[in-house]
């Protein structure tokens, strides 16, 4: 009874079948597509539409949505009468009980079980297919013919009314099994050209997944070295700061020892006042004479008082010595021995152009005409340098001051890079990464001849190179000031009598990040067309 009452209502109200693809109207009722399109179909020539359950009108053809909910539930409902299922379509002419059809005609709109399907007409006007409880599908909305015919130009199946008289009449059509093949062909083709992208989208993926897992593996060391790093802070300062603490109690218990030496001098001079006394009241004056001097005073007392002097004020400037001197100690176990310092980068004079002028710090190079010896290391068709120190291992970053020049390249070269010919600039060939500006301000990073442009301009005249051998990068850095307006900061502590000065920090801008498997060691190497270039920094990279 439950089974059959379910039935009820999952039937459509116009075919009285299981819903198939249930659409709902905006009044809510629900009907299969393939009827609804059927009955609107129907009512496209009167004034307006309306819903064949509650007759709610609408002055325009009414959205369709799909009930993903009912359709569902009506699969599942199927899925648990397999009798049923198995009947699908009935005979239209057995009335008297449920026969399984064989075929349908589509110019009768009718079913027909074998029997009725011996005696049915043979006429070619008679079109039999597979069971079907919607014949109309299969007809012409119009003319309500069979559909033969593909109009390519509208896309659409048509009738042969439809090609002759109709509003077809004239378009390029085909046979609907032409038409069919070639779809198929061009499904064939999309999915040939789906399953590539497919496969090129999943090894992406896999080239993701694979940068993820370095990069989580890179993560955590970095995040364990920072663990450690931040518990040796807390040693250090734990233990500075017992030092610390400890001297400043050492210095305010010196007023105990103190208190207590003078205490022992106060006993020592009454045991004297009293002897003193006694010789003054003795009769004899031999006794008095011989009585050895009680020595002098003056001494001892100025030794005191000296002592007091000194422990009468707090050594402040001595506790903020070893304050300071013991976080200066621990900051540069910091910088020195996780985080990286600038590398020391000096020119090297022997692969300078000749338009090149290095500084007598080789600190700085300037475009100047130069006459230099010959030498096989230099560079002769592009105004170039190398650093002397190369790196094979380890992470370092070095930096530079372009503002004196519009026109560089600053960058990483193998020893190897040609000295000469036109593939011999920095980022022109397979042995250098360069970061470039031309004359028209664009700025462009560069390798093996290709040029990536960079969408804005460097706000700042110095940049930072970056180079991490073992992971195979070379990073580009822009450094800026947070306010143009000044470099430096001023503190002034009115108590203690204290200015200091500090650098402002610079912002740090990434611009772009090469990566490669480094084969050979590595030079610093600029470019410069005008003006000067100098390097910053000077201390040992890690």
Known sequence: ????????????????????????LRCGHNFCRVCIDRVLDSQEESAGYS???????????????????????????????????????????????PVPA???????????????????????????????TSPETRKCSVHKEILKYYCTEDASCVCVTCTLTGEHRGHQVETLQEASEKKKEKLRNDLQTLMAETEEAEKRVQSLEELRRKAQEKADGEAERVTALFRDLRRRLEELEK??????????????????????????????????????????????????????????????DKQLHDGGDLDVAGISHTLHTGLADIMSGVTGGIYIQPADILLDVNTAANMLLISDDRKTVSWSWQIHPATPERFQDYDQVLSSRSFSSGRHYWEVDVGGSERWTVGMCYPSIDRRGGQSLIGENNKSWGLCRDDDN????????????????????????????????????????????ARFKIYLDCETGQISFYDLCHHIRHLHTFTATFTEPLHAGIYLRGSYIKISGGSQGV
């Open 102 to 132: 064989v075929m349908s005609c589509l110019m009768c709109d009718a079913s027909m079980c074998d029997k009725h399907l011996r005696v049915h007409s043979k006429a070619p006007e008679h079109v039999l297919c597979a069971p079907t």
């Open 442 to 485: 664009q700025y462009t990073v560069r390798h093996d001849s290709k040029v990536i442009r960079l969408p804005d301009a460097i706000p700042s005249d110095r940049v930072r190179i970056y180079l991490d051998y073992e992971a195979g990068q070379i990073s580009f850095y822009a450094l800026y000031d947070p306010i143009h307006s």
């Open 51 to 97: 819903c064949p359950e509650c007759r709610e009108k609408y002055k325009e053809r009414p959205g369709l949505h799909r009930n993903i909910a009912l359709r569902n539930i009506a699969g599942r409902f199927l899925s648990t009468q397999p009798d049923q299922e198995e009947a699908g379509v009935h005979c239209t002419y057995c009335v008297d009980s």
């Open 1 to 24: 009874m439950a089974s059959a009452d379910l039935s009820e209502e999952l039937e459509c109200p116009v075919c009285l079948t299981i819903y198939t693809d249930p659409v709902m």
């Open 243 to 304: 030092r610390v603490l400890s001297d400043i109690m050492r210095q305010a218990q010196c007023y105990d020892d103190i208190i207590r030496q003078l205490e022992i001098k106060k006993a020592e001079l009454s045991r004297k006042m009293r002897h003193i006394e006694e010789l003054c009241h003795m009769t004899d004056p031999l006794t008095v004479l011989q009585e050895p001097d009680t020595g002098d005073l003056c001494d001892t007392e100025d030794r005191h």
